[in-house]
């Protein structure tokens, strides 16, 4: 539009400005006239005026045209090749040049871009040194991505501000469980590179710890460390274990710190349930005694009448039932926790064979051996507990029925199911013993559990059972187990595991400082950013048109955080318009039933919060967030910036600042277009590339950068 309009005044003013020259020249000269020849002149000019004018607009429009023709041969076609080359000076394409204008712009435009090719290949150069140099680096990078994601303990890495450095898989599945609203925001806006761990743990807690441990660096100790528990703001229980990472220059200095957490929630209301029934049987069984005594010494005396020996009688029996309730509740209780002491988990089947035939094999003595074992079938098992009836079943067979040789066997058995026989020759057994053994407290060697093999049976969802092999003279014990799932619940998303390690770490955060209080005079380069954008029913959000969907992704420390985005749906409460759903491809079937804006809304501020809002056309985007605030009380106050605006700061001669056009002045591919997500990703790649040119022309704090998209001529657009 600018650029159009700058053309339209080349071609007019010279015009104009012959009008004005025309008109002032015959001014003068009539001045020096007497009035007799001004009144000859007009006689003869009064008969050929049309001709005059004639000869005159041909002059001046092809005046025009030829000034016209300059301006964009000499004038506008070196500001758009400065533009161009201000973009392949910073990286962002590597594409060349269009030559245009001008013989000399073209040749420089040539030499522009043999100048380009040879950076390319020096930069090529380079890389591939700084490679090679680096490899042993990013060998040990990957080892640490690898033993993170692997842990399956929670573990987070900070700087001493409390910023995330780094997160294991683990530590995103909890923060998702400990989030206000794990269907929406899933966990994201509690954890997430560069967000403060304060959000979930009490910043005094943790200063105490970093005092607690500094103080044992500075005392010399090997493994200095502090533990803590804590509640967070949804009522979970945490036990919090912290490290130091000390600076590479002095193993006194701390810059940093490691989390490993652990949610004890369960653990403690177990605990707690634990020491209630243990205190209730202590003093409810003094009571019962002392009644027990009481009763018991009355009975010995001869002269007790039958009615009064009767109630005494009553009262040891209720004492004693009372008794046995109690004892009763505590010992039902402590196999419920015996049941879960050991979670369920992934093991590989022959590994669990294994370990069976060693235990038994020690423990008895007898020869034990594998046959017919599935190597390739992973088991989702309560590893001891399994071994444990393994071994008591084991043992019976051994000293009840003198078996001397058993085999383990194992199967899949479909329906993501696996069979595990424990298989001997000889005796069978009645289905009475089999029951007994079934229901029997289980004892391996010496030592006796409460649980038995029911239980740990119960444990797995799985079943138990004894059939014989006549043909082959054997018997079996068999275990329905169950397999291992493909994607365990705290995994990674499909999108993460798709591109390979994700990007939960940036150890170049340790060298940024806090943020400045005042972040007008923050520079962009060290600002936290979340980029999005919406789809909405259609375009005019005064007239009740909705948001039926949100993206946003987060920038940090100069980086696109591809696995830290937000993407929800949003239920309009209203038909979507026709004439949009051909432009997003959002139906109104693909939102029924998803949550409203009134649920969305405080995911997305949660997401947002404490970073600096991005979006292409921003003005559009957050008229539709400001006309939600007295319905959900969700108000976004943050700075806003607008790559639209942005763009025209930086290429003012481009004819386009469309965010399709301007993704291919950077060389930016463009995925997913009219997709909430994908748009914001774009505009964040876009942005990022921004923020150097932007340097260039000295806007280098986000108050600059807000100041310059104001001047902008787009920046009078409004909803």
């Not at 007497?34 to 004018?53: D, G, K, P, T």
């Not at 949610?263 to 069984?285: C, K, M, P, V, Y």
């Not at 067979?397 to 199967?411: G, N």
Request: proline letters at 3%; charged letters at 25%; hydrophobic letters at 50%.
């Amino acid at each position: 539009m600018r650029g159009a309009w700058r053309e339209a005044t080349a071609a007019l003013l010279p015009a104009a400005l012959i009008a004005l020259w025309t008109i002032a020249a015959s001014a003068v000269v009539a001045l020096t006239l007497s009035a007799a020849q001004r009144e000859a002149i007009y006689a003869i000019v009064e008969s050929r005026l049309a001709l005059v004018l004639l000869v005159w607009l041909v002059f001046a429009g092809a005046l025009g045209a030829a000034l016209r023709w300059a301006w964009l041969r000499f004038v506008l076609a070196p500001a758009r090749l400065v533009e161009q080359a201000q973009i392949v000076l910073g990286g962002g394409a590597p594409r060349e040049i269009a030559a245009a204008g001008s013989a000399d712009n073209r040749a420089l435009a040539r030499t522009i871009n043999a100048l380009a090719r040879e950076r390319g290949e020096l930069k090529a150069d380079i890389g591939r040194q700084v490679s090679d140099a680096s490899r042993e680096i990013e060998q040990e990078r990957s080892r640490l991505a690898a033993l993170m994601s692997e842990l399956t303990q929670s573990v987070v890495v900070c700087n001493l501000d409390g910023r995330i450095l780094l997160y294991n898989s683990r530590a995103r599945a909890q923060f998702r469980a400990l989030s206000q609203s794990p269907s929406l925001a899933g966990g994201a806006e509690l954890i997430g590179l560069g967000r403060s761990i304060y959000a979930v743990l009490d910043a005094k807690l943790v200063a105490h710890a970093l005092e607690t441990v500094h103080q044992r660096v500075l005392g010399g100790s090997a493994n200095p460390s502090a533990q803590f528990v804590t509640s967070t703001p949804g009522g979970q229980l945490l036990r919090v274990q912290l490290a130091p990472v000390r600076a590479i220059d002095s193993e006194a200095s701390v810059n940093g710190f490691v989390l490993m957490l652990d949610n004890i929630t369960r653990d403690f209301a177990d605990e707690s349930l634990r020491d209630q029934l243990l205190h209730g049987l202590t003093e409810g069984s003094r009571a019962s005694l002392g009644n027990l005594q009481a009763a018991v010494e009355m009975l010995d005396y001869d002269d007790v009448d039958a009615e009064t020996r009767e109630r005494f009688h009553a009262v040891i029996r209720d004492e004693v039932r009372a008794m046995s309730q109690r004892i009763q509740s505590l010992a039902s209780h402590t196999v419920q926790t015996q049941k879960t002491r050991w979670p369920l988990e992934d093991m590989l089947g022959a590994d669990l064979v294994s370990a069976a035939l060693r235990r038994i094999e020690a423990l008895y003595g007898c020869a034990a051996a594998a046959a017919d074992i599935d190597a390739s079938l992973w088991l989702r098992v309560d590893s001891y507990s399994l071994l444990q009836a393994l071994a008591a079943l084991a043992g019976r067979l051994v000293e009840e029925y003198e078996v001397r040789r058993v085999q383990l066997r194992l199967r899949g058995a479909g329906n993501e199911r696996a069979h595990l026989d424990l298989v001997w020759a000889g005796q069978a057994m009645s289905t009475e013993t089999v029951m007994s053994w079934e229901t029997d407290p289980l004892k391996v060697g010496t030592d006796s559990s409460a649980l038995t093999v029911r239980d740990v049976v119960e444990r797995h969802g799985g079943a138990f059972w004894f059939e014989r092999e006549r043909v082959r003279h054997e018997a079996f014990f068999r275990f329905l187990l169950p397999l291992a799932s493909v994607q365990e619940e705290w995994a990674v998303s499909p999108q993460a595991q798709g591109a390979g390690r994700p990007e939960y770490y940036d150890f170049d955060l340790f060298k940024t400082s806090a943020q400045a209080d005042e972040l007008a005079d923050s520079v962009l380069a060290d600002l936290t950013y979340t980029v999005f954008d919406t789809e909405t029913t259609g375009l005019d959000p005064s007239a009740g048109d909705e948001i039926i969907q949100i993206g946003a992704a987060r920038i940090v420390a100069g980086k696109l955080r591809r696995h830290e985005s937000f993407e929800q749906l949003v239920d309009p409460d209203r038909p979507i318009s026709a004439a949009s759903i051909p432009i997003h491809g959002i139906t109104d079937d693909m939102v029924a039933g998803k949550p409203g804006i009134g649920a969305v809304l405080p995911a997305f501020q949660a997401f947002a919060r404490d970073t600096v809002l991005v979006a292409h056309n921003a003005a559009f985007d957050m008229r539709f967030l400001q006309l939600k605030e007295a319905a959900t009380g969700v108000a976004f106050s943050q700075p806003v910036l607008d790559t639209l605006l942005l763009s025209a700061v930086v290429h003012p001669n481009q004819e386009s600042h469309r965010l399709e056009d301007i993704a291919a002045r950077f060389d930016v591919a463009v995925l997913g277009r009219h997709d909430a997500l994908g748009d914001a990703m774009v505009t964040a790649e876009v942005f990022l590339r921004m923020i150097p040119l932007l340097a260039e022309k000295g806007i280098r704090t986000l108050g600059q950068a807000r100041d310059a998209a104001q001047k902008t001529y787009f920046a009078r657009v409004k909803y």
